[in-house]
């Protein structure tokens, strides 16, 4: 029997970082990456738009029968998962949100920053997730949307980078958090470089890990956990296929080739 695949949707290549936590924790799935590049970045997009993007990309998976399909984009997640699980209600979506609940579990100074796009900072979704799970600390929810683009040209190290990551951090210079929580996709591939700036007495969290373990948990429920077998791997792109090959093998220093589909 041919095995389904799992299915990773973003707004462009910072899904691969939660790609690249699923292939750690589920070396038997195989798995279909769609970037939507032609399209990006979504913040600064309205909220009808961002999800008709990931509407029809749901919908042109459900079509390949997948058997689960990973929103790992914080900005498209937060603008709809209710959403997209109302319209395609028979494959199970799992969404990614910043790591608030974790950042609050840890802080032991109740003091922490999030950084996101600047849909994602300022959204209720995430306003709320401040409210429900760190009521009792005090948080910086700081957006910044520029950080997508260095991300999306392969501009990850470099002195040029480091100075737009300082200017984009610089609200946290005189602060006392201990834990800085990367509320975007895109931005674990910056984390050296924001590690270094904001000093070793703050601790980077990021949601890959926490979604591979939920994803693991969705497919054991359901019974459809890859136990075996080598995986195949597919990656789609609704932008300039050479382009987005060329910064995604730079990302994640492997060989990989990805497709333009017609979305």
Not at 16 to 23: D, I
Not at 160 to 179: F, G, M, Q, T
Not at 193 to 213: K, W
């Amino acid at each position: 029997m041919k095995q389904k695949l799992i299915a990773v949707v973003d707004s462009g290549s910072g899904g691969l970082s939660v790609w690249q936590a699923m292939v750690a924790l589920l070396p038997h799935e195989s798995m279909v990456y769609v970037g939507d590049h032609a399209h990006l970045p979504y913040s600064g997009k309205t909220t009808a738009y961002i999800r008709r993007r990931i509407l029809s990309i749901v919908r042109f998976l459900a079509k390949l029968q997948v058997k689960l399909v990973v929103i790992a984009c914080n900005t498209a997640t937060v603008a709809g998962i209710d959403y997209y699980r109302q319209h395609v209600s028979n494959i199970p979506i799992i969404g990614v949100v910043p790591v608030v609940k974790t950042a609050a579990e840890l802080s032991k100074k109740r003091s922490f920053a999030v950084i996101s796009t600047n849909y994602t900072a300022a959204s209720r979704y995430q306003h709320d997730l401040i409210k429900k799970y760190a009521g009792d600390c005090y948080v910086i929810n700081l957006g910044c949307s520029n950080l997508v683009r260095a991300v999306e040209s392969g501009h990850v190290k470099g002195a040029s980078v480091r100075r737009h990551v300082e200017k984009v951090l610089a609200p946290l210079k005189n602060s006392d958090i201990d834990y800085l929580a990367l509320g975007c996709t895109h931005y674990p591939f910056l984390s050296s470089i924001i590690r270094d700036v904001v000093g070793s007495g703050v601790q980077l969290l990021d949601s890959g890990a926490a979604v591979a373990r939920r994803v693991q948990r969705v497919l054991e429920q359901t019974q459809t956990l890859a136990k075996t077998g080598k995986p195949k791997y597919l990656f789609l792109t609704t932008g300039e296929a050479r382009n987005v090959t060329r910064v995604a093998q730079l990302l994640l220093d492997r060989k990989i080739d990805f497709t333009k589909v017609n979305i």
